[in-house]
């Protein structure tokens, strides 16, 4: 791809703002559409672009697929801890208001953003993992 300039330089300028729109998404999931699955693409999505205009080498130095492996395992564990700690809280599993019992809304918002985050995390690993 080095013979093909224009779409080296747009990547460049898209890249960035493809993984700022991610992250957007990934925190504005529990106000508006969106969340951690949407999220989770349109970050992979960025890393893939990535790797199609500058190489898989150059990807792989971005995101190492060690570390992608192990992201995979920490989204899970990010949900299912989540869930863990609202049964410890005396609650259902992912009944997040029991995860603060003097404001409920605040357990639900805190329960829906770290449910998002480990689905986010899981599913852009996972997308990054199978381009590799």
Same mark, same amino acid.
């Given at each position: ?44 999505? @960025? %890393?893939? &672009?990535?790797? =199609?205009?500058? !190489? #898989? ?8 697929? *060690? ?10 564990l990010i949900y299912a801890g989540t869930g863990i ?10 009944d997040y208001s029991a995860l603060d019992h003097h ?7 805190? @329960? %829906?953003? &770290?449910?998002? =985050?480990?689905? !986010? #995390? ?8 199978? *381009?590799?």
């Amino acid at each position: 791809m080095k013979q093909y300039s224009i779409l080296r330089v747009v990547s460049k300028l898209l890249i960035p703002y493809i993984l700022l729109f991610g992250l957007y998404v990934q925190f504005h999931g529990d106000y508006g559409p969106g969340g951690g699955f949407q999220a989770g693409v349109i970050f992979a999505a @960025g %890393i893939i &672009l990535y790797g =199609l205009v500058f !190489g #898989l080498k150059a990807s792989r130095r971005v995101a190492p697929p *060690f570390l992608m492996e192990t992201l995979i395992s920490v989204g899970v564990l990010i949900y299912a801890g989540t869930g863990i700690a609202a049964m410890i809280s005396g609650g259902n599993f992912l009944d997040y208001s029991a995860l603060d019992h003097h404001h409920p809304q605040h357990g639900q918002h805190l @329960g %829906i953003l &770290l449910v998002e =985050l480990g689905v !986010g #995390l899981t599913v852009a690993s996972v997308m990054i993992c199978i *381009f590799y």
